[in-house]
């Protein structure tokens, strides 16, 4: 019979402990298939309770997993493949499922951590012939690192990697989603997904992205199989008015012979400002760049004019503090103006994919800026020392005089004296 692991806030949080068993996870479900309360044990997938009030949870597989995970609203899961694999052995229901308020982050601490399907599977979801996606997302699903792979064998009923649903929020840092048959997607977005980072390799027929939505790509790589007839790379959805924004990314594979399919109506909705793409595409990549602002290179990179505007900022407060000489020592003063001197050779006519000329030279402004040293610490330092040397030459070590001493008695004797002296009264009349 096939596993389940339903309902992660249902869970044996009792005295003999959640990880009692290095081989055991115990997680109890009550969904369909289960059968009641199953007490799963001997498990590859073992749970941490990082905080059971905010009911945040990490699961690590020891193993390779052949269950269902189905993540409750409210609670925030990790999953850590460690190098091994989960295969989904049913295609009517999803490997993993994210239901709305619900937050779930895959990664692999090891080396090939896998998501996948039982290849050849029966594929049959209600009449329709189609597998169920690998992973399902109507909360927030971020992916790391990891692998997930959309193998279902040579058949011809349709699968998914991710289905991102109206409400779901998609987030791809990293990690490798491929497909390795036709009718098949890696992604099929139907809400909000970003991409920043990661590779997609697209095997054969199908678009590695299936976009119906909202779709940004900020970075990746994206690779077609060799010698293979493929359909365009990212699809987007005719009739819906999806939107398609690339920042970056490399799209420059030879394998690459068709990169789009566009919506119905204007070019609107594929929107590039970046990214690197085949020099043979060159032509219809221009259909998609507003030309005004933006041009493609020899190299098939599309590019605008560089950021200047903190090059500017701090060019200017740079020349401003190198007037500051008598607040600056010389020779912090000439170690900025040689580097004021290396940063007025730069060209004023970078492209953005030669930013990082600029952000070097603002970066040794900066640097110099703050290496500046103040005189005014010095002369203080002096002046208080000469303070120093002149209380020192003024001080009197001769302890004061007690009155209640002989010497005091004394002094009190020609007191005396010099009083009487000035009525007249000799010191010898004075003794009679």
């Known amino acids: 019979m096939k596993k389940k692991i339903l309902g992660l806030i249902v869970l044996a949080i009792s005295s003999f402990g959640l990880m009692a068993s290095t081989n055991a996870v115990k997680i109890l479900g009550t969904g369909s298939g289960a059968e009641g309360k199953i007490d799963y044990e001997g498990s590859n997938v073992t749970l941490q309770v990082i905080d059971a009030d905010a009911k945040v949870y990490k699961l690590v597989l020891i193993g390779d997993a052949d269950e269902d995970l189905v993540i409750e609203a409210g609670q925030t899961v990790t999953i850590d493949l460690a190098g091994n694999k989960w295969t989904n052995y049913d295609p009517q229901s999803s490997a993993i499922s994210i239901p709305s308020g619900a937050k779930l982050t895959i990664m692999d601490s090891g080396n090939g951590g896998t998501f996948t399907y039982k290849a050849n599977a029966e594929a049959v979801v209600g009449t329709s012939k189609a597998y169920a ?155 998609y760049i507003d030309e005004e602002n933006y041009e493609i290179t020899e190299t098939g990179e599309v590019v605008t004019d560089a950021n200047y505007e903190e090059y500017n900022a701090v060019l200017k407060e740079a020349l401003s503090k190198v007037e500051e000489t008598s607040k600056y020592t010389e020779e912090s003063i000439k170690a900025l103006q040689s580097v004021i001197n290396n940063a007025k050779r730069l060209s004023m006519e970078l492209k953005s994919n030669e930013q990082s000329q600029i952000d070097d030279v603002v970066s040794k402004l900066k640097a110099a800026i703050n290496g500046l040293k103040l005189i005014e610490k010095e002369v203080v330092d002096e002046e208080k020392e000469e303070d120093k040397d002149k209380e020192d030459t003024s001080k009197d070590d001769t302890p004061p005089k007690n009155p209640n001493t002989f010497d005091g008695f004394i002094c009190y004797i020609i007191l005396a004296i010099g009083a009487l002296g000035i009525t007249g009264i000799t010191l010898r009349e004075a003794l009679k």
Request: cysteine-free; glycine content about 10%.
């Open 133 to 287: 996606p690998l992973i399902s997302n109507a909360g927030t699903l971020i992916f790391e690192s990891g692998t997930i792979d959309v193998n279902k064998g040579a058949t011809d009923a349709n699968a998914t990697g991710i289905l991102n649903s109206a409400s779901g929020a998609l987030y791809v840092e990293g990690g490798l989603i491929k497909t390795s048959e036709d009718y098949a997607w890696g992604i099929t977005n139907e809400g909000n997904a970003t991409i920043n980072g990661g590779t997609f390799l697209q095997g054969k027929n199908y678009s590695i992205i299936d976009n119906a939505k909202n779709l940004t790509i900020n970075d990746g790589k994206f690779t077609v199989a060799a010698d293979v007839s493929h359909f365009s790379l990212i699809t987007n959805k005719d009739n819906v008015n999806p939107t398609l924004q690339i920042t970056n990314g490399d799209f420059s594979d030879s394998h690459i012979t068709k990169l789009f399919h566009k919506s119905v109506g204007a070019n609107k909705d594929i929107v590039l400002t970046g990214g690197k793409y085949p020099v043979a595409l060159s032509e219809k990549v221009k259909n």
